[in-house]
Every structure is written in structure tokens, then in C-alpha cells.
């Protein structure tokens, strides 16, 4: 592996180069209709639009089912196939596969999109009680689902075995290669989770099995790794934007970077119990180690953050940046892929914050069918995961083109336009939910039986949703710009700094402890302001068992 990953992308063939922008291209079209059901769904909640709760509910499960997992999940695959392609440089291993593993999703996409556009309302976890009058379109929707599985398997094979080729040539592997050997993995065991969630339902629905019995159960394990996944993906694509973009490599050294990409593997997995909050026939004794373990999601991200900041920083004060934060300004913030990338940053610490309030084994039950869950999950799904995804595809397209971006200009104030909206969306989402205001409800004014306040919140709710859809949608469009024949060419991108003098020994790096000291005392004021709002309530309610 040698030269700028640009450069290495730029010289892939051109068969190799179409799957990589089909699959991009498809993913930003998902993306874009996910968002434009996510919208409906926002100004519907908030009163502005008058839907019918049935299409509601089908806006919903569209959104849910497309930005979920198609959209994060197909892009997560376009990216790790570029990114294997190039940590050799000569192309895709096992090429076939790759596409096989396209053509599944695809076809999945249609079977879960067109079983979601009409008849019984399934919503995105496919629940087979939810069918029992219409067996039929759970089994297109259960298909979708597995052949979405049988890709995840397909196409990380495909990743690895280019991988292990770039590895024979290089005799080892970079802290890059060993991240995505460890992501395709995940991926894969994603997709053999998927089917083993989805089958029995399948079965059942074509007569050759009887109704699933521990659907919901299976169904929180494979969401937590779902859910969590996409976190390891974003930490990946860190890295790279860290070296692309700005020329800088971890200062604690390769083998260390691989520790805590390893870390992933052993502390997502075990921590699936607290999504089994809700379970009303859960011992004690397990929600109180579902607590405990879960404390450990957040280690490896926020391992991986301390990293990439003293990282940047120690880099940023050799090339003579000052002050506290006066380093800050030296990063090449007049990339798109950088600026989205320093945004995501700052919306996982807002996550990170919040999410540490659901894995109270108390608040869970309180919380977890209300708006609090919509709230924080945008500033993962949206702020963090979203926001890096196009900025790994910022740089990834324009390699694989030779076409720029379409306003770049404008589309580099887009992350911050976003995080603007998400802040006023999660800000009075999570509100709502200490407040009570539920979240599987489409009218939330229950005809003018509820509290004024939820009102007022919902249209918080829908305005900031409308500024960050807006935000995205500019920011994916400039990005897809660059999939179109006809576009100039690919603008040189900032200096990068591989030409300054190493960080001294010793060099101070606060920020980033500093950060993470912030995000704990987020992490602790957010769980006591829950506690005391939830002890003035005059009645305790405990959810329905739905889980996240």
C-alpha cells in the first residue's frame, strides 16, 4: 500500500469501479426516500400535516426499513469494498461475489419496501403477530430481510478476501486493513444473525413452521449488534479521513489502533441485555448486570475518540497551532468530508450522553416507549453515522469519477446546518420523552386531550427535523453530483500535513481527555435530571416490551 487512497481508488478497473458506484448510488437514493418518509412522519406528529394514522404508521415503517437498513447497511458495504480495493490497489478479490451480494440486497430492498407500501402494518422489526391475518406479505417482507442477510455475508466475503490478497503482497496488516477485516466480520455475522431472526417468521408464514415464539427475544440481540455496528464502521471511517484528508496517523502506534478495533468484537456482543429492559418476566439480577455491562458499549468509541483527537492535536501544535483549542482552526475545515467528520464527532458526545440514560435498568421501562428513544437515536443514525458515511463517500466517489462534488462551497456548511436541526429535533424529542409524550403514536395531540406543552415540543420536533432533513438531503445531492457524467473534475484538496516535523515527545494533547471528561458529566446529569423528573410524575408507567 502506498500512495493516497485517491490515488489507489482512481486505478481500480473500470468493472470493479461500477459495483462500487452502483452500490453508492442506490444507497444515497434510499437515503433520500428515508428521509422524505422520516419528514411526513415529523410534521404529521407535530399537527402540521393532517395524515390518517394508517399512513402514518406507513410512513414510518418505510422510513424505519429504508435508512435502517438499507441505507446504513449498503453504504456501510460500498465503503468497506473501496476502502479493502484500496489498501492494495489492485482491485477486488472474488469480484462476483460482490456483485451477487448487490443484486440480494436489491432484491431484498424490493421484497421489505413493497411488502411495507401497503396491506398490514409490520413495521421495520417485522413482528409475525402483527401478520397473522395477512401471512403472505410477512413472508415477502422476512424475505427481503434475509436476502439483505445473505448480501451481508456475500459482499464482506468479497472485502475480505480482497483484504487477505492486499495482506499476501504487504505481509501484514496496516491498523486500516485490520479494522475492516474486523468490520466485514461483524457485517457478516450480522447477516447470518438476520436470517436467523427472519426464517422462523418466513416458515411460519408459508406454512412450513409454526408461529415464532421468541421472535421478540432474537430480535433485540440483532439489533443491539445492528445498532452498534454501524458506530465501528464511523470509527473506520475516522481513521481514513485522518490520514486522506489531513495526512495525520495515530501517534500511539498501529498495534494499539488494532486493540481497539479488536475491542468491538468483545464488548458490543455481551451487552445486548439492556434492550431487554422492558421483558416484564426479566430477573433482577439480569438487569442489573444488563446495567452494568452496558457501561462498556461506549469504551472502544471512546477510545477510538481520544485517539484520533491527541492525535490531530499533538500534529496540529508541530505545524504551530495554539491555545487550548486554537489548533483546532488549523484542520482543513473547507473540506466537506472534514467538516462532516468534526460534526459527527460532536453529535456522538450528544448520543453518548443520552444513551447512557437507557441503560438504567430503572428508566429504561419508563422511557423506552417515549419520544426519548427518536430523540437520541437522530444523533447517532443522523449527526454521527449518516454525517461520516457521506463524508467517507466526499472522498470515495470523486476517486472513483474524477468528477467533484456539486457546490462545495455550500455543501461544507451543510454538517453544520444539520447539527443545528438535530440539536432542536433531539433537544425537544428528549424533552418530550421525560415528559411522557409517546413515540409509536402519529397523533400526539390525542385530539386535544394532551398536555399543551407536547405540542409545543412536537413542533420543535418537526422544525428542527425539517432544518436537518434539508441540511442532508443538500449535503447527499452534492455528494451524488458526483456520480453524473458531464461534472468537472475533481478539485485538489487541502495540503495535507505529511510534510511537518513529528510531535515531540510529550507534546500535550488536553482536548480530548477533555471531551471525554464533558461526555461523563453529560452522561451523569442526563440519568439525574431523568430520575427526578420521572419521581415527579403521578404515575409510573412501564412500556409495552417493544424494546429500542
Known amino acids: 500500500m502506498s500512495g493516497p487512497l ?17 452500490m453508492s448510488g442506490v444507497a444515497l437514493l434510499v437515503l433520500l426516500g428515508g428521509i422524505t418518509g422520516g419528514v411526513g412522519v415529523a410534521l404529521a406528529r407535530a399537527g402540521w400535516i ?33 476502502l479493502a480495493a484500496g489498501e492494495g490497489g489492485h482491485g477486488l478479490a472474488w469480484r462476483a461475489l460482490g456483485w451477487a451480494g448487490f443484486l440480494l440486497i436489491l432484491t431484498g430492498m424490493a421484497f421489505s419496501l413493497g411488502a411495507s407500501s401497503g396491506g398490514t402494518l409490520l413495521l421495520y422489526d417485522g413482528n409475525p403477530q402483527l401478520a397473522a391475518n395477512e401471512p403472505g406479505r410477512l413472508a415477502a417482507f422476512n424475505a427481503g430481510y434475509i436476502l439483505l442477510g445473505l448480501g451481508l455475508i456475500a459482499i464482506p466475503a468479497a472485502g475480505v478476501a480482497t483484504l487477505l490478497a492486499a495482506v499476501r503482497r504487504a505481509c501484514e496488516f496496516s491498523a486500516v486493513g485490520f479494522a475492516l477485516f474486523a468490520w466485514a466480520g461483524f457485517l457478516m455475522v450480522s447477516g447470518f444473525a438476520m436470517v436467523y431472526v427472519f426464517l422462523p417468521g418466513l416458515l411460519w408464514a408459508l406454512g412450513l413452521g409454526g408461529m415464532p415464539t421468541s421472535h421478540g427475544t432474537n430480535w433485540h440481540i440483532v439489533f443491539h449488534n445492528m445498532h452498534y455496528l454501524p458506530l465501528m464502521a464511523t470509527v473506520v471511517v475516522w481513521y481514513v479521513l485522518m490520514q486522506e484528508v489531513v495526512g495525520v496517523k495515530s501517534v500511539f502506534g498501529a498495534r494499539f489502533s488494532k486493540l481497539v478495533f479488536a475491542a468491538y468484537l468483545v464488548f458490543v456482543p455481551p451487552t445486548s441485555l439492556y434492550h431487554m429492559f422492558l421483558e416484564p418476566d426479566l430477573p433482577g439480577a439480569v438487569r442489573i448486570a444488563g446495567s452494568l455491562l452496558s457501561l462498556f458499549v461506549s469504551v472502544p468509541t471512546l477510545t477510538a475518540f481520544l485517539i484520533i483527537v491527541a492525535s490531530l492535536e499533538m500534529h496540529a501544535r508541530a505545524r504551530g497551532g495554539r491555545g ?57 443514525t443522523v449527526g454521527t453515522v449518516s454525517l461520516s458515511f457521506l463524508a467517507a463517500l466526499a472522498l470515495i466517489l470523486p476517486a472513483l469519477t474524477g468528477r467533484g462534488l456539486a457546490l462545495p462551497g455550500v455543501a461544507r456548511f451543510m454538517p453544520h446546518l ?24 402519529i397523533d400526539a395531540g390525542y385530539g386535544g386531550e394532551a398536555p399543551a406543552l407536547w405540542a409545543t415540543l412536537m413542533g420543535g420536533v418537526a422544525a428542527g427535523g425539517l432544518v436537518m432533513a434539508l441540511a442532508l438531503v443538500v449535503f447527499a445531492l452534492s455528494v451524488a453530483a458526483s456520480l453524473l457524467p458531464g461534472r468537472a473534475k475533481a478539485v485538489a484538496m487541502s495540503p495535507r500535513w505529511d510534510g511537518i516535523a513529528p510531535p515531540r515527545a510529550g507534546a500535550a494533547a488536553l482536548v480530548g481527555p477533555l471531551g471525554v471528561l464533558v461526555i461523563v458529566i453529560g452522561m451523569y446529569g ?9 419521581r415527579a410524575l403521578p404515575v409510573e408507567a412501564v412500556g409495552a416490551g417493544h424494546g429500542h
Open 50 to 82: 393532517d395524515l390518517l394514522p394508517e399512513a402514518g404508521y406507513r410512513l414510518l415503517t418505510l422510513h424505519g426499513v429504508g435508512i435502517f437498513f438499507y441505507w446504513l447497511f449498503l453504504v456501510q458495504a460500498a465503503i468497506l469494498l473501496a
Open 418 to 441: 444539520a447539527t443545528l436541526g438535530l440539536l432542536a429535533f433531539g433537544g425537544a424529542g428528549v424533552a418530550a420523552g421525560y415528559l411522557g409524550v409517546p413515540r409509536r403514536v
Open 324 to 380: 487550548l483549542f486554537g489548533w483546532i482552526r488549523t484542520l482543513p475545515w473547507r473540506e466537506p468530508a472534514m467538516a462532516a467528520a468534526g460534526f459527527a464527532v460532536v453529535n456522538m458526545a450528544f448520543g453518548l450522553v443520552l444513551a447512557f440514560v437507557l441503560i438504567q435498568a430503572d428508566l429504561a421501562p419508563l422511557l423506552s416507549d417515549t419520544f426519548f428513544v427518536p430523540g437520541y437515536f437522530h444523533f447517532f
Open 6 to 22: 485517491r490515488d489507489r481508488l482512481a486505478t481500480l478497473s473500470p468493472v470493479d469501479r461500477r459495483l462500487l458506484l452502483a
Open 526 to 534: 442526563a440519568t439525574a435530571t431523568g430520575f427526578e423528573l420521572m
